[in-house]
Each structure stands twice: as structure tokens, then as C-alpha cells.
């Protein structure tokens, strides 16, 4: 697969994962009700839901920017 297809497809997999992941990370706050916990409980959590997402978007970077095989 070219370089420029694997850029598109992994732009439009970026454009609805991060989304998505979004809408699952607030869902989560809301269940676990993270908001009547300690403000520390809070602050973690929020840091850990939003730095969460770049372990998968960086392996499809990494993936977009693989050189053209042959």
C-alpha cells in the first residue's frame, strides 16, 4: 500500500477514533461519578482519560508514515 493511502486511511480512522473516544471517556466520568470524588481522584483521572488516546493514535502515525514497501 502507498504511503499517500495509508495517510488518507489512517486520517479518516483518526477522525472518528478520537471522537469516539472522547464520548467513551465522558461516560465513564459520569458512571464512576468522578465529579463527587476528591478533586485529586478528579484531576487524575482527567489527565490519565486525556493523554489515553495518544497511545493509539500514535501507532497509527507511525503506521501512516511507514515508508513504501518495494
Known amino acids: 500500500m502507498r504511503m499517500r493511502t495509508?495517510?488518507?486511511?489512517?486520517?479518516?480512522i483518526l477522525f472518528i477514533i478520537i471522537p469516539l473516544y472522547?464520548?467513551?471517556?465522558?461516560?465513564?466520568?459520569?458512571?464512576?461519578?468522578?465529579?463527587?470524588?476528591?478533586?485529586w481522584i478528579e484531576l487524575v483521572f482527567y489527565v490519565v482519560a486525556g493523554l489515553l488516546w495518544?497511545?493509539?493514535?500514535?501507532?497509527?502515525?507511525?503506521w501512516m508514515s511507514r515508508d513504501d514497501a518495494g
Open 54 to 62: 495518544v497511545l493509539p493514535a500514535g501507532l497509527i502515525i507511525q
Open 6 to 12: 495509508r495517510k488518507l486511511i489512517g486520517t479518516i
Open 22 to 39: 472522547a464520548l467513551l471517556a465522558m461516560v465513564v466520568a459520569v458512571t464512576l461519578e468522578v465529579n463527587t470524588t476528591s478533586k
